[in-house]
């Protein structure tokens, strides 16, 4: 079996963060103070090799993306200061950008959005909406990762985010599986942390970005199409790993 990691979110609505995880939303209600905790699963191969290995990628891939993300601030810069313009050559992501920001001018907005555009416009702010919702979860509340091996549970830390855990370990682990246990615990960490990172990655975008537009809280309506312009640069170094 290929390994598959997942987010399963209370939220009504969720993104996946950084790195090899698939959100998967249950959309629970529950009340302020009795908050269902976020679970983190890995679902690995039954071979320790295949297990290890899957870990592996599954690390790779979040470096990548970190590494992808770390280019935003630059690259959002270098469209503000003139030195690229709209054209074909363009990477997907400053083409999406370039075609959004009109929308947020004073003369732009007048004309309203084409059809198209106007889906991906509402899609981004659902989606800085669920961003929110789910860093303040992360904040406030607990995580539960999972370790699942050939269907059979092996490892689980319920934590924090101040680092407060506890784990369970299944009786007479060994280390190797306990060790599997470990850095899915890790790969979970880094991720929940990159999910917060998005929050302020993409507040400085929108600053960024409001300075190539003369819309008053340009900042503010700018929001949607910087983080488009953050899905199209994670997209960049996620294709080639389908």
Known sequence: MNAVFTVIEPLPAAIAPPGPWQAQVVGSSFSLGDQPDVIWQAHLPADPAAAQAALRAAAAQLEAQEAALATVTQRLQRVASGAISFSSAL???????????????PEGASFGLGDALQERWQAAQEQIAALSAQAREVLGGYATVETVQSGRLIGRTRINWHGDARSLLIAGIDPAHAALHQQTLALALRSRAGLLRLIGLVGRGAAIAATMVAAPAGAIMALPAVWQFVQEVLAEVRQPMV
């Open 91 to 105: 990477p997907p992501a400053e083409q999406a950008l370039l075609s959004m920001l009109p929308a947020i001018q």
